[in-house]
């Protein structure tokens, strides 16, 4: 059967699932084909191509931290990140993750520059396919006792000690961790820099944000599901209420 006689939805099927060559000779064979709906697809495939080669190539330039690490003979790096310093409620969350660089997991970025949908999906791929991650916090009460930033890097000291495998070297974003002794370096807006941090930040927001999903039907009268304890004007205006 020649290509041109498929259906739509059969092209659909075929491209979609397709390798960038079967899609250049899928196109070659159907380029005549005058169907306004068989162009669109084309169209789309073809975007949808680019898309991943601009990630295929974010996604190497994130490696550099780690690659360099890993030609100093360090094996174990872990990324660490947190989520929560800004809100008004909740606890403050961090994470800790080994990556497996040879297994490419592409679109990890900042998460603030994320969807839901996207860091929910990324978040899954993260924790299969990565040698050990851990995620901690530090609470409420120990934000109010110790102050936020110090509450943080507790929270980032509890995610590396309840690593699986003692990583060998630690990235984290923008701060430094006290009291540990593994060598580390602070990389500002290491969450979009670093493979390893970017991942952390993923895993740690997709984490919190269920956590003050879970708050939300406690109270509900505060709307955490959608402001997630931020300080949307809903988020006040219900304080003040």
Known sequence: MKLNSYTISQLTEMLGD???????????????????NVKNLVERTEKRFLNLEKLKMEYEARKKFELELM????????????????????????????????????????SKKLSEKQRNKLSLKIREK?????????????????????ATKLAMKRAIEGLKI?????????????????????IIKGDDLSISIGAASIIAKVERDNYMDQMSSIYPGYFFDSNKGYGTKEHTDAIKK
């Open 166 to 186: 003692i990583p060998d070297y630690i990235l984290v974003d923008a701060i430094t961790i006290n009291g540990v002794e593994i060598p580390q370096k602070p």
């Open 18 to 36: 397709c390798t960038y060559e079967e899609y250049i000779k899928i196109k070659n064979i159907i380029k005549e084909d005058s169907r306004k």
């Open 71 to 110: 030609e100093q003979n360090y094996k174990y790096i872990a990324g660490v990140d947190e989520v929560g310093r800004g809100p008004l409620a909740g606890s403050v969350y961090a994470a800790a993750v080994i990556l497996d660089l040879s297994e490419d997991i592409y679109g990890i970025k900042d």
């Open 130 to 150: 990565c040698l050990a991650y851990s995620i901690a916090f530090a609470s409420r009460e120990e934000i109010d006792n110790y102050n936020i930033l110090n």
